[in-house]
């Protein structure tokens, strides 16, 4: 059972090769070395902690680190820190993990204060239960660090999954007692690399698959389409659930312009159920594996016109699902019909 989920920042979270590399080559520069470093060499400067960067990458001399630590870290909180990106699906991740009552951590080896601006500039600082990283004086370990995250979270480590890209990560997490996924999208783990005893995943989306699997599919995902109306207030297009998805009532637009469809019930009938297979699409499922339907009429006089046009839809169901037809006195945007649906995955 997975209660938590602790994460590395550079090269597991976000992508910020293009600043760390822009803002270590500026430093070497600064320090008058004009020697030429391979993108390996660069790979090796993203996840010990920075001191040690610059000798395991650059080879730097002793004598000149902490000059090098200066630079480095004023050019990157000028600019480097912004030239980051979230890796695909981190969002939904963590969106998706919260939802389902898991606690979130980051643990980095980066300066801790510099790893919560960046978690608050790519907008996702709020997702976070306890964030920690290195002290300016570098003097914390990675297993050091993953237990002040734990200190915070007060949960069985044993149920702790740290997720990161490199063997400082894997490292740290056997120190510290924890579970480790690794991510062989970011700097340090390849993607044929797999170890024995420990998960791998090459996306935040295979990552989630693996967690809700050991959790037993008892998580909440959120299920997000540009082929349905996008949600336009506080609520999912859909939600999956225990091998289930409920998917909030959809009106007549058309997603490709955000107007309503105008006609009759029964025209306007047609759009919400291409609108309501779409989102059981992007759900991993189709309209055969509806179990319940709720019909909302804003007049029960076209019923029976409508009802056609629900049959078309049902028409390949093996079982025709539970259903209920109710007129209301007025639905969104004045439309004449709404229909919610929940189906098995």
């Known amino acids: 059972m997975v209660e938590a989920v602790l994460f590395d920042f550079d090269g597991t979270l976000a992508d910020s090769s293009e600043g760390i ?8 520069r600064q320090l008058g070395i004009t020697k030429e470093y391979t993108s390996e060499d660069l790979r090796r400067f993203v996840g010990p902690p920075l001191r040690q960067c610059f000798v395991v990458a650059f080879g730097l001399d002793e004598s000149l680190l902490d000059e090098a630590l200066v630079i480095y870290r004023k050019e990157y909180a000028d600019r480097g820190k ?3 990106k979230l890796y695909p699906g981190i969002r939904e991740l963590l969106g998706n993990l919260k939802a389902s009552g ?18 608050g500039y790519l907008g996702i600082l709020e997702f976070f239960d306890s ?8 003097d914390r370990t990675k297993s050091g660090i993953i237990n002040m995250v734990l200190n915070d979270l007060d949960v069985d480590r044993k149920n702790v999954l740290m997720v990161g890209d490199t063997e400082a990560d894997l490292n740290g997490a056997e120190s510290a007692g924890t579970g480790f996924a690794g991510v062989s999208y970011g700097f340090g783990f390849r993607p044929e690399e797999k170890r024995e005893g420990y998960i791998f995943a090459s996306s935040a989306e295979e990552l989630y698959g693996i967690i809700r699997k050991i959790n037993g599919g008892n998580m909440i995902e959120k299920i997000e389409t540009k082929a ?7 609520y999912s297009q859909a939600v999956k659930a225990n091998g289930m998805v409920f998917a909030s009532g959809q009106i007549p637009i058309d997603p490709a312009t955000g107007a309503v469809v105008e006609g ?3 025209e306007q009938a047609k759009q919400v159920f291409k609108n309501v297979n779409a989102v059981l699409e992007a759900a991993g499922t ?10 909302f009429l804003a007049d029960m006089a076209d019923f029976g016109s409508v009802n056609e046009v629900y049959s078309e839809a049902f028409r390949e169901s093996p079982v025709l699902p539970a259903r209920s037809a109710v007129a209301v006195k007025t639905l969104p945007k004045n439309v004449q019909v709404e229909v919610e649906v ?3 995955v």
């Open 131 to 138: 964030v920690h990283g290195s002290s300016l004086s570098e």
């Open 228 to 234: 349905a109306p996008a949600a336009i207030g506080p």
């Open 264 to 266: 009759t019930a029964a």
């Open 102 to 119: 898991i606690k979130l951590g980051v643990a980095s080896f980066k300066y801790e204060e510099l790893v919560k601006e960046c978690l």
């Open 82 to 84: 912004y030239m980051m």
């Open 286 to 295: 189709d309209i055969t594996k509806v179990v319940k339907a709720t019909v």
């Open 21 to 28: 590399f822009h803002t270590a080559l500026y430093t070497v």
């Open 342 to 344: 929940i189906a098995l």
